[in-house]
């Protein structure tokens, strides 16, 4: 039977930047080999952060001199891809023999976008996916992504793919995702809330897939020594949340709050099959002769060069 170990990982970006916060990803060496995990999800935007709460200097009609500085700080302290930060994870990847997907913020000519990243042991960076739709204010630092990084990844633990927070409430999405195979649904995120724990349930109840969702966990702004607009000083900025759960919607691990750990769970992909019995959303309970999902995966570049 085809059983294995996936895991969350479940920590933050760390206030030193993205060089500390690599060195506490990559200090999880041990604890992944321990636990025997075949897969680890990370949370999104871990490499390169999340700035909650910031606002960037930007009023409707005008931005301020400071949120230029406050962006060219958070464009510093992305990664490249590839770059030494991959090439750092890689060999995470290769040394536990894991899956490694994971959430940062790429640095693309003068562009940020919210990227997914998928490692394997054997082969390094093989794919990305770059977020389609930032929420809400995210929409001022971040691009969106195009129909060209959807990938689904054949891993150890089975078919992998997903995608970043919000967007997996995107149903469009999920279900070009799904008709791509997809066995074990990665989900970064930076939402605590309790409804994002009914969102996980659902995902994995509709697809029929086992879902692997990993939140950042950040202190409170009292304990970071930072001011937070309307927000509470001694609530935490992102109080966590990772969970895992099974093809049914049956919560398998976690949700782990409050805390950074590594949350794992035994998987069987041959209970796809038994779960799809009575429900294939792209399959024998699709209605094709009603309804038609046109996905459109060409890369959009802003300038294309014809020579010929």
């Known amino acids: 039977m085809p059983v294995s170990i996936v895991a969350a990982l479940q920590i933050g970006s760390l206030p030193g930047g993205k060089a500390d916060t690599l060195a506490q990803i990559l200090a999880y060496e041990e604890p992944i080999l321990r636990s025997g995990a075949q897969l680890v999800v990370m949370p ?31 464009f510093a302290n992305a990664i490249d891809v590839p770059g030494a930060e991959t090439e750092a994870l890689a060999g995470l990847s290769a040394r536990t023999g894991a899956s490694l997907v994971l959430g940062v913020i790429e640095r693309s000519a003068s562009t940020l976008y919210c990227t997914m990243l998928y490692f394997e042991p054997a082969h390094g960076l093989v794919a990305k996916h770059r977020k389609l739709m930032p929420t809400g204010t995210e929409r001022l630092i971040w691009g969106k992504g195009d129909g060209s990084t959807l990938p689904v990844i054949d891993a150890a633990v089975g078919r992998i793919g997903g995608a970043v927070c919000w967007e997996n409430m995107m149903p469009l999405l999920r279900t070009a995702m799904y008709a791509k195979g997809v066995q074990v649904w990665c989900a970064p995120t930076v939402d605590e809330r309790e409804m994002w724990q009914v969102s996980m349930r659902h995902i994995a109840h509709e697809s029929r897939c086992f879902v692997v969702s990993a939140c950042q966990v950040q202190a409170s702004p009292a304990a970071l020594g930072v001011e937070v607009a309307n927000w509470p000083s001694d609530r935490p900025l992102i109080a966590g949340g990772s969970v895992i759960v099974g093809p049914m919607g049956d919560i398998l691990a976690g949700p782990l709050l409050g805390e950074a750990g590594l949350l794992s769970a035994q998987i069987n992909t041959d209970d796809l099959v038994r779960a799809r019995y009575d429900y294939d959303v792209v399959g024998h309970y699709a209605r094709p002769d009603v309804f038609e999902l046109v996905v459109d995966e060409r890369a959009k570049p802003g300038v294309r060069y014809i020579t010929d």
């Open 44 to 74: 999104e935007a871990l490499l390169g952060g999340y700035p909650k709460g910031e606002g960037f200097g930007t009023q409707l009609g005008y931005r301020l001199p400071e949120g230029r500085e406050a962006f060219a700080r958070y």
